[in-house]
């Protein structure tokens, strides 16, 4: 599990160097005779004092400062002092903005799947007095009541709304965990579900499902095309039957755009060719192509 706090020591380069320096003079001091040692034992217990009361917090840390073993207050950032034997830096606690990951293995959706769902949760402390005294470790905590809500969550969602609604189902969790960790003075800005992973044969199942879903589709989407073409040649048959020159224009046009391509062939059949008087004008259109071919031969002869 990941330290999120620091050791309450003295030991930080301020503290150092209020300690060696002036003990390096007065070291000097009294090889050169010119303090006595009594001197130097009361210099160096003092600057010994000195240091041990200096301590620093980071610009992102608030220390806790117990005084015979009674809350005093909060110091920082940067350096303070406390009373030596007396006072005493219980934790310096980070206020920075921390995530930690959580995971439920194997656990049971509203209709009995099996899911293994990995999320994270970003979460920063915003009253370090109470997650000093209110709670013991307090990231372990998050992480123990993240996974128990990530359990309940899945249990009370279906496979296809877990799989759907990822959004939802992360604010609901959310504002379970900041329920739970706002008296120990800590709030859960955001939780992000990173994978969920259900059964190998479960997903082939459902791939399979989704196929033939979509074959279903595409069979219903085609079966209306040819409705809607249907009622269209009604209507235009419709039309047809009390019109019978457009029908017969109509029978034209489709046998002009026939031949128009070269090398092309079209078969009509005689009942059409009857009721439209289509023969004749088949027969005029073979005559003036056997006209065209006679007089292109003639010329390529000549020539």
Request: include cysteine; charged fraction near 20%.
């Amino acid at each position: 599990m990941t330290t999120i706090v620091k050791n309450g020591g003295w030991v930080n380069p301020i503290s150092i160097s209020v300690l060696l320096i002036p003990a390096a003079i007065l070291i000097v001091l009294f090889y050169f005779e010119l303090i006595t040692l009594s001197v130097l034992l009361g210099g160096l217990l003092l600057f010994i004092i000195l240091s041990a009361s200096i301590r620093v917090a980071d610009q992102w840390e608030r220390a806790v400062v117990l005084r015979m073993g009674k809350y005093k207050g909060l110091k920082g950032p940067g350096p303070f002092l406390i009373v030596p034997i007396i006072d005493h830096v219980s934790t310096y606690i980070d206020q920075r903005v921390r995530v930690s990951a959580f995971k439920a293995e194997q656990t049971l959706t509203k209709d009995t799947v099996p899911v293994n769902v990995d999320a994270v949760v970003y979460w920063t402390v915003w009253d370090v007095e109470k997650a000093a005294l209110e709670v013991q470790e307090y990231q372990a905590a998050i992480e123990h009541i993240a996974q128990t809500g990530l359990r309940d969550t899945i249990g009370k969602h279906e496979l296809a709304t877990l799989l759907q609604e990822r959004d939802k189902i992360a604010d609901d969790l959310q504002q379970v965990l900041d329920h739970n960790t706002s008296p120990w003075g800590i709030t859960c800005q955001t939780v992000g579900i990173k994978d969920i992973a259900i059964p190998p044969a479960l997903a082939e199942a459902m791939s399979k499902e989704a196929q033939a879903e979509r074959e279903r589709r595409a069979r219903v989407i085609l079966g209306t095309a040819e409705t809607e073409i249907a009622e269209k040649f009604a209507q235009a048959s419709k039309e047809y039957t009390d019109n019978p020159v457009a029908l017969h224009l109509r029978g034209m046009n489709m046998l002009f755009e026939g031949l128009k391509e070269k090398g092309s062939m079209v078969i009509v059949p005689s009942s059409a060719l009857d009721t439209m008087n289509l023969g004749a004008m088949g027969g005029l259109v073979s005559l003036a192509k056997n006209n065209e071919t006679s007089t292109n031969n003639s010329t390529n002869t000549a020539s």
